[in-house]
């Protein structure tokens, strides 16, 4: 059996992290998660998650200022990163720094799933 993908579910959203976490944990995958940009970043860098799903609107470090620190960091600045937010137009904002998955919350569950299935080629 393959080992597990960790996923890092960052978004401010209490009751939209735990549903997301049991729904992964539950098509077996690991996930940690992170409240806001600034914990995301402490958490990316120390758990080198295979995936993240980043929230865009958050106190403190929002999720493109974020992002776009994720990619100063050598060792997870090629992880994939899926976008979700309730913030359809700033789509085009992430597509120009190469992050095309985006889900407008709420959105299917299945629908993130298959996502994350082609991003992480299982």
């Known amino acids: 059996m393959p080992p597990t993908k960790k996923i890092l579910i960052i978004d401010d959203q209490e009751m939209f992290v735990k549903m997301v976490s049991n729904r992964l944990s539950h098509s077996g995958f690991t996930v940690v998660s992170a409240d806001n940009g600034e914990k995301g ?12 799903l980043l929230d865009v609107m958050m106190p403190g470090m929002d999720g493109y200022t974020m992002l776009l ?24 904002l992430f597509a120009a720094v190469g ?22 080629k299982i």
């Open 41 to 52: 970043l402490a958490v990316a860098k120390k758990e080198k998650p295979d995936l993240i």
């Open 69 to 92: 620190e994720l990619k100063k960091e050598e060792s997870i600045k090629n992880t994939p990163i899926i976008i979700v937010t309730c913030k359809e137009d700033m789509k085009d």
């Open 99 to 120: 992050v095309y998955d985006y889900l407008i919350k709420p959105f299917d569950f299945e629908v993130l799933l298959m996502q994350i299935k082609k991003l992480l």
